[in-house]
């Protein structure tokens, strides 16, 4: 009995972990560069005294799906569609360099030109900086120019775009960061202008996904009604009339 409810219960919370990371996918099926995270199943023994076969099982994620998304036309001059493996460099909100696929920009009532989320947006020196009154445009290679109302052109700085060699690791904050520290910037790497890569989620492919881990909770479900039924046949058997 004892290990039926290790076993129901244990992958009860799992399967629930697992249905949280499916719904955070399908939340962010229209996110500008999203990446799917990934789900895993491991067994880990449970400490203590007592039979060491007892082991809980835990859902793990074990990393994201990073397939591209589908590029999609916007015609708005802000808009970047990273090109391979190339990832856009903002500054977090904890003053930390990061990356990202979403190449929805805007520019600040400061000139600073940041994501929509409102994070700056790296240049080879720093937050690139737009003057007032311009128009921007972002060249194949990055390069950011802003022409002016006299129609004179000016480049203001260039995206630091980075491709990196090992696979990132997604923060809490939804942004990527490398294992080994910051990243230099790829004189190779190009973008996409006026276009945005949509999120690499596939909803029907998610919803099947969220139907079986439900019908698995069930399941889970139905293994402790099981062993609760037969705990109190036990013990009717055992008592003492």
């Known amino acids: 009995m004892d290990r039926m409810i290790y076993l129901s219960m244990s992958g009860a919370k799992a399967t629930m972990q697992r249905q949280d990371t499916l719904a955070n996918n399908l939340a962010n099926v229209s996110t500008p560069g999203?990446?799917?995270?990934?789900?895993?199943?491991?067994?880990?023994?449970?400490q203590g005294s007592g039979a060491s076969t007892?082991?809980?099982?835990?859902?793990?994620?074990?990393?994201?799906?990073?397939?591209?998304?589908?590029?999609?036309?916007?015609?708005?001059?802000?808009?970047?569609?990273?090109?391979?493996n190339a990832w856009l460099t903002v500054q977090a909100l904890d003053g930390t360099e990061a990356y990202t696929r979403g190449g929805s920009l805007d520019v600040s009532a400061d000139g600073t030109l940041t994501t929509r989320g409102g994070l700056p947006v790296m240049?080879?020196?720093?937050?690139?900086?737009?003057?007032?009154?311009?128009?921007?445009?972002?060249?194949a290679d990055g390069t950011v120019s802003a022409k002016g109302s006299d129609g004179r052109s000016t480049s203001v700085?260039?995206?630091?775009?980075?491709?990196?060699?090992?696979a990132l690791t997604r923060g809490e904050d939804g942004?990527?960061?490398?294992?080994?520290?910051?990243?230099?910037?790829?004189?190779?790497?190009?973008?996409?202008?006026?276009a945005l890569e949509g999120s690499n989620v596939s909803p029907v492919e998610t919803m099947v996904a969220m139907i079986s881990a439900a019908r698995q909770f069930?399941?889970?479900?139905?293994?402790?009604?099981?062993?609760?039924?037969?705990?109190?046949?036990?013990?009717?058997?055992l008592s003492v009339n």
Request: hydrophobic residues 40%; without cysteine.
């Open 175 to 194: 942004l990527f960061r490398a294992a080994d520290g910051d990243l230099q910037a790829d004189a190779t790497a190009r973008v996409q202008d006026g």
């Open 157 to 166: 700085g260039k995206l630091k775009l980075v491709t990196p060699e090992a």
């Open 54 to 84: 007892r082991v809980y099982a835990l859902e793990t994620t074990t990393g994201y799906d990073a397939s591209p998304g589908a590029i999609t036309s916007t015609g708005r001059n802000l808009d970047v569609a990273a090109r391979g």
């Open 218 to 237: 069930e399941a889970q479900m139905k293994m402790l009604q099981t062993a609760e039924a037969d705990e109190k046949a036990a013990s009717q058997l």
């Open 123 to 139: 240049g080879d020196g720093g937050p690139l900086q737009v003057p007032p009154n311009t128009a921007v445009s972002i060249g």
């Open 34 to 46: 999203f990446r799917a995270e990934l789900q895993a199943f491991r067994a880990v023994p449970v």
